[in-house]
């Protein structure tokens, strides 16, 4: 399986294998030793480099995070074979990306404003959430042409909170 993954606005590309109950793995394009198995429901325990890690997949219907142990981490997964995830891609770079928000919460902190020039990857707001703050990223290289949601409004999800072209 080839897929193309980027984790907090890194890009990657993982190759995966499994033979015989042996888990082959590459990323960008150097070998990585790795042991997983299935610990339950969207949750893999994997052993690398002689540690043990225990990673959780979850998923919203507009973003992916994995945890591991404490620490969340963003992430987009496609396949670079497909029709869709080149189109996708293309999608980004050409028009106007509306950022929107996850899970209901509150708006705490507004990184960057209007008319200002981000990378992909870079914060632009932070939603608390059941008690959490999360970095909602710019998925692309543009300017933050509108901010829709101001610091310490609640919002609920689905809602537009920026946009980026």
Not at 15 to 25: A, I, S, V
Not at 32 to 49: T, Y
Not at 58 to 80: I, M, N, Q, Y
Request: a positive charge; glycine letters at 8%; aromatic letters at 4%.
């Amino acid at each position: 399986m080839l897929v193309d993954v980027t984790i907090e606005g890194r890009k990657h590309r993982l190759e995966l294998d499994h033979t015989e109950g042996q888990w082959r793995c590459k990323l960008d394009g150097r070998d990585v030793p790795v042991d997983a198995v299935a610990a339950g429901r969207d949750v893999l325990s994997i052993v690398f480099e002689g540690k043990v890690y225990e990673v959780k997949r979850e998923r919203t219907p507009t973003e992916t995070h994995f945890w591991v142990g404490p620490l969340r981490f963003a992430a987009e997964l496609s396949d670079p074979r497909s029709l869709r995830s080149r189109k996708a891609r293309a999608d980004l770079e050409n028009g106007p990306i509306k950022l929107v928000a996850s899970m209901p919460g509150k708006v705490v902190r507004v990184l960057a404003g209007e008319k200002t020039e981000v990378a992909a990857g870079q914060g632009v707001l932070v939603v608390e959430a059941m008690k959490m703050q999360n970095e909602i990223r710019s998925p692309k290289k543009g300017i933050v042409e509108k901010i829709v949601a101001s610091e310490g409004a609640a919002v609920n999800a689905g809602d537009v909170l920026a946009v980026v072209v």
